[in-house]
């Protein structure tokens, strides 16, 4: 299985920047999304930056991935890494609900 991590943005770079994921920091070829700053957070796939995320795309990413190993281990309830989903009803993009 292919996965991008999200990981946070310590020290930018000319094509690269030093990134943390929790607690382990890698080099990251960031040729494909340009400059980042501390603090910046961006998906990352074999060494390479693909995408930038903001802050709450990057938690939530991180918390599929969390469930995605709650699984493997043997978990049968994940609801917990998915709290913006507990509770919520479904909705229809607006193409499909006939609004403008």
Not at 14 to 25: F, I, K, M, P, Q
Not at 42 to 61: I, K, M, N, W
Request: a negative charge.
């Amino acid at each position: 299985m292919c996965v991008g991590l999200p990981m946070r943005v310590v020290e930018g770079g000319d094509g690269t920047a030093l990134c943390e994921r929790h607690g382990e920091r890698r080099r990251i070829d960031t040729l494909l999304v340009g400059a980042l700053a501390p603090g910046d957070w961006l998906l990352a796939f074999q060494g390479s930056a693909v995408r930038v995320l903001s802050a709450d795309e990057a938690a939530a990413t991180d918390a599929a991935l969390a469930a995605l190993e709650a699984v493997l281990a043997g978990a049968d309830d994940v609801s917990q890494h998915f709290a913006d989903l507990v509770d919520r009803e479904p909705e229809l993009p607006a193409h499909l609900r006939g609004e403008p």
